[in-house]
Structure formats: structure tokens, C-alpha cells
């Protein structure tokens, strides 16, 4: 009743006028014509051409006040569509209009029996799922590469990490897939422990694209009615092609989180949580994101949502035959340029499957680190990369990828060759220098994230810091792996590696000393 009396007369009448013709409705055997107007996209429009006299936020009053160095950058229509939680836009929380509209039919493409749309990124999805599976003493399975906000969900659940080491490859230094024997271990060694395991949590596909085989893992955790998470942060396009991988659900996981800003085109943060079967608590995922998510949510960035949904429903068995098409152009432009090194599935006999829109280029048979690379390849030919390594770049092809592109980044990495190449002695030295293990390997976790998190902790000198209980979760960023987690010992292994990517370029995040001069521990 509140609601109704909130809505004026003029914007119920262009409400109405334009429901029908915004409406959109997919069943199973047909999709959304290209015209059509997505559900919240349309309330949206809607709203923001109210002839309303506006008492509301946000401050700029729909763009009345809006800060000019922004609107110079990028026009008013932003500010105009920045409107907040009215009645007619729905409300995140509980969606009974537009919102639930538009997140049924992302959950009718996707394959899930539901899905929630993310304000807070993926890491917000990531965080409600494993809130929602495992209780404070729990353990979760997940793999030690595993990005920064399974690990902030550990501590704000009080679960207990059961880490997997995944395949390191050391002429890469890539981390891959977990396998499903071991998961079986893991499995077995907790019950034969009377632990009880709340979920296990998989990070499929890497960041450069590597596949774990989830069809197996999910078959084994169900046969013991343990639930599938799924950080398919760069997987939100899988399953829509024959050529790429088949996605999470489809594979029987039981929640899969994912960028749809990434590969798809939302706005960056948005993101949506999928679930599917009955052994996740659907009342508990939502009860979790609404402890997790702002009470402010952005309706630019759900509208974008709703809006990269509808663009890929207009026709989804074959948007990416061009991304697909320059891909492999582009593998065949480089992969013969001397002294690069293309990425596959050889060094990774365990997974056979690789993303083809994730390319991965190494340079080290030319002396060059990814970072050295990729200043070259900016500062030659302005091609910006996704994510630069200690021995690799790698380059996302997407919707938006051009053929311009593509030849730049070609002859970028051609001039880079012909410049630097090193001869074979050289080449072979470097090799086999470099070939180590990955930098945890050996941990020793003596607190839970959680108990490291709250316990007193002291700074001091990083040579003193070695055996010590590390205090602070610090990675190289991207890819946002940590390399020292809160409440494991200090290692000569973890140290090295990071002032080794430290000294070749990275940025270290999470680090009180971005320096690394000094460090944070547990003072117990």
C-alpha cells in the first residue's frame, strides 16, 4: 500500500503505457527478438523521464548538480539514469517487478534454477556462497590458488581451509586446475578426521583460461552430498558456442559465481550468482546477500546486467564466432614469431581444456619478463594487456575485440622479437634457472584465517620475519592470488618469490610495506 501511494499519476501512466512493449519473455524454445527492451533497462528509462519534482537522492538530483569535470568526461545520461531503490525500479532484496523479471530470464539462459544479480562483483558472490554452505568449524576444499575473497570469506565464516595444491608448471610459473583425485583425498582424509566438509569450492577457469574437469568433481562431492561452488569468474561466456568449454552448471555444479563483466558487457562490478539442484539453501544464499551487498545498489549496474543478459539471448548459439575467428587469427599471427611461446594444454596434461578466448604469450626465450613485455608492447604499439606475468602476458579476446587490434598487438610482439632475441645458450640457461616449484608448495598453517585475522600482530623487519605466523594476506595483484596467507608460516620460498615479482614488476597487494621491507605477523 505504501508503494502505491508513493507513485504519482503522470509515472504510473508512462509506466503503463510502455509494460507491455518493455516486457520481455523468453520460453524455452524461442529468444528475445533484438528490438525488445530489457525489463529493468525499460523501468529504468521509464523512471529517469519522469516529469517528477525529485526530493530524493542521490545529491546531483539526477544530474542537476552533477560535478562538471565528470559530466565533460561523460555527458549527463549517466547521471540522469542514477536513480535509487524507487518503487517502479524494484527492490534488490526482495524483487517482486523488474529485477526478478530480468533475473528469471538470466537464470533461463544460464541453465539455473535461480539467479541473483551482483552489485558488489564477484566477490561478493563468492562470499555468500560459501556463507551459505559452511558453518563456523566447517572445512572447505578449495585450492590454495584460490583468489583473495574466498579467503576474506573464510574469515568472515570461521570455516576452516582444507587447501589443495594445484599443477604448477615452473617454465610458465602457472598455477592450473585441481584434479579430482585430489579431491578424493581431501574428501577422505577430513571424514576419516570426523570432520564434516561444508562445500568445496573450485576456481574454474583460472585466469588464463584452465579448465578443471567439473562433471567428475561434482559427481564425486554429490555422492556424498557436498555442494559445488564455482568461481567461474571468467567463464560467464562458456557454454554459449561449440567451440568453448561447457559452463559450471551444465557441468553439475551446485553455484557458480561470474563476471559478467568480464567477457560479457556489464559495467565492472556487476555480476550474477547462479545456483542450481535442491543441496544449497536458497533462503540462506539470499539472507547472505543481503548481508553482503550495499543497500544502495547501483541500477546502472543491475540495468547492465539486464542489458548484457538480452544481448547475448539475441543470439546466443553464435555472438562469438567473431571473437572465436580473431582468436584464432591471432594464434596464427604469433605463434610462429621466433622466441615466443604460446600456452596450451601440453604443460598441462591434467586439463585438457583451455579457454580460446584467453591467449597466453611467454617471452623468456627472448631474456624478457611479462612485465618488461608489456611496457614494450605499450609504449610501441598502445596495446594494453589483461594480465602480465613473471614469464607470460596474457590478452582477452572478447565481443569487442577489432582486427586493428589484433595486427597491432602482432606486429607489436614481431618488432619485440626481431629487437631482443637471444641466442640458444642464453635461452637454455635462463630455462633451466628459472624451473623451481610454486612459492606454497610446503605451508604450514598454524591459525585459521580467521584466528589470524583477530589475533595481535606486530610488524617487523622481512628478514626476521621467516618462520614467523604471517599476519597480513599479501599477492601479487592481478591475479589477486595470495602467496602469504593470515595465520601460515613465513617460508624462504614464499619470500623469494615475492621479492622476485616485486623486482620484475608486480604490484603487491595486501602488503603494510608495499616495499616488502617490513611485514606483519602474529605476535602469539
Not at 516486457?23 to 525499460?42: F, G, K
Not at 575467428?325 to 596450451?344: C, H, Q, R, Y
Not at 585438457?352 to 611467454?362: A, C, E, K, M, Q
Not at 602480465?388 to 602482432?410: K, M, P, W, Y
Request: charged share 20%; glycine share 8%.
Amino acid at each position: 500500500m505504501l508503494q502505491e501511494r508513493r507513485v504519482i499519476e503522470p509515472r504510473k501512466k508512462q509506466q503503463d503505457a510502455g509494460s507491455t512493449r518493455d516486457r520481455i519473455l523468453i520460453t524455452n524454445s524461442e529468444i528475445a527478438q533484438p528490438n525488445s527492451i530489457p525489463p529493468l533497462v525499460s523501468a529504468l528509462k521509464t523512471c529517469a523521464h519522469q516529469n517528477a519534482a525529485t526530493f530524493h537522492f542521490p545529491g546531483h538530483n539526477r544530474g542537476r548538480a552533477a560535478p562538471s569535470s565528470l559530466v565533460h568526461l561523460i555527458g549527463l545520461k549517466p547521471f540522469i539514469h542514477d536513480l535509487p531503490e524507487l518503487p517502479e525500479l524494484d527492490n534488490l532484496f526482495s524483487p517482486e517487478g523488474p529485477i526478478l523479471e530480468a533475473q528469471k530470464l538470466a537464470a533461463k539462459l544460464f541453465g539455473s534454477s535461480e539467479t541473483w544479480f551482483l552489485v558488489g562483483g564477484t566477490t561478493c558472490g563468492i562470499q555468500a556462497a560459501i556463507l551459505a554452505t559452511c558453518s563456523p568449524g566447517d572445512y572447505l576444499i578449495l585450492p590454495r590458488n584460490s583468489h583473495i575473497s574466498a579467503i576474506s570469506a573464510i574469515v568472515l565464516s570461521g570455516v576452516i581451509p582444507k587447501y589443495i595444491i594445484p599443477d604448477y608448471d615452473c617454465l610458465w610459473d602457472i598455477t592450473a586446475g585441481v584434479t579430482l583425485s585430489q579431491i578424493e583425498k581431501a574428501i577422505e582424509e577430513l571424514h576419516m578426521e570426523g570432520q564434516k566438509v561444508g562445500a568445496v569450492f573450485i576456481t574454474s577457469p583460472t585466469y588464463h583460461g584452465i579448465c578443471s574437469n567439473l562433471t567428475d568433481i561434482s559427481k564425486l562431492c554429490h555422492s556424498y552430498e557436498i555442494p559445488v561452488i564455482v568461481d567461474e569468474a571468467h567463464g560467464a561466456h562458456f557454454g554459449f558456442h561449440p567451440e568453448l568449454p561447457s559452463s559450471a552448471l551444465q557441468q553439475g555444479a551446485d553455484l557458480a559465481v561470474q563476471s559478467t563483466h568480464k567477457v560479457l558487457c556489464s559495467l565492472t562490478q556487476s555480476s550474477m550468482l547462479h545456483m542450481s539442484g535442491n543441496i544449497v539453501d536458497r533462503e540462506r544464499i539470499c539472507r547472505c546477500l543481503q548481508t553482503l551487498q550495499s543497500t544502495s545498489p547501483s541500477y546502472l549496474l543491475l540495468a547492465s546486467l539486464d542489458a548484457a543478459r538480452a544481448q547475448l539471448s539475441e543470439k546466443p548459439g553464435s555472438i562469438f564466432n567473431n571473437a572465436l575467428d580473431l582468436a584464432i587469427e591471432t594464434k596464427n599471427l604469433i605463434g610462429n614469431i621466433p622466441g615466443i611461446s604460446m600456452l596450451g594444454t601440453l604443460g598441462f596434461s591434467n586439463f585438457p581444456v583451455i579457454d580460446p578466448l584467453r591467449l597466453t604469450f611467454g617471452f623468456w626465450r627472448l631474456g624478457l619478463s611479462g612485465f618488461e613485455a608489456d611496457e614494450t608492447l605499450y609504449s610501441d604499439q598502445g596495446v594494453i594487456s589483461e594480465l602480465v606475468g613473471t614469464r607470460s602476458i596474457t590478452f582477452a579476446i572478447n565481443l569487442g575485440t577489432c582486427r586493428d587490434h589484433i595486427q597491432r598487438l602482432a606486429c607489436g610482439i614481431k618488432n619485440l622479437s626481431e629487437a631482443t632475441l637471444l641466442s640458444f645458450e642464453k635461452i637454455k640457461g635462463q630455462i633451466e634457472d628459472h624451473c623451481g616449484s610454486a612459492p606454497f608448495t610446503d605451508i604450514t598453517m598454524c591459525l585459521n584465517p580467521r584466528e589470524a585475522f583477530f589475533a595481535r600482530k606486530r610488524k617487523v623487519a622481512i628478514g626476521e620475519s621467516l618462520g614467523k605466523i604471517c599476519g597480513e594476506l599479501i599477492c601479487p595483484y592481478p591475479p589477486g592470488i595470495p602467496v602469504m596467507i593470515p595465520g601460515e608460516t613465513i617460508t624462504k620460498k614464499a619470500l623469494e618469490y615475492l621479492v622476485l615479482v616485486k623486482n620484475k614488476g608486480a604490484t603487491i597487494s595486501g602488503a603494510s610495506d608495499p616495499l616488502l621491507n617490513s611485514i606483519v605477523i602474529c605476535d602469539v
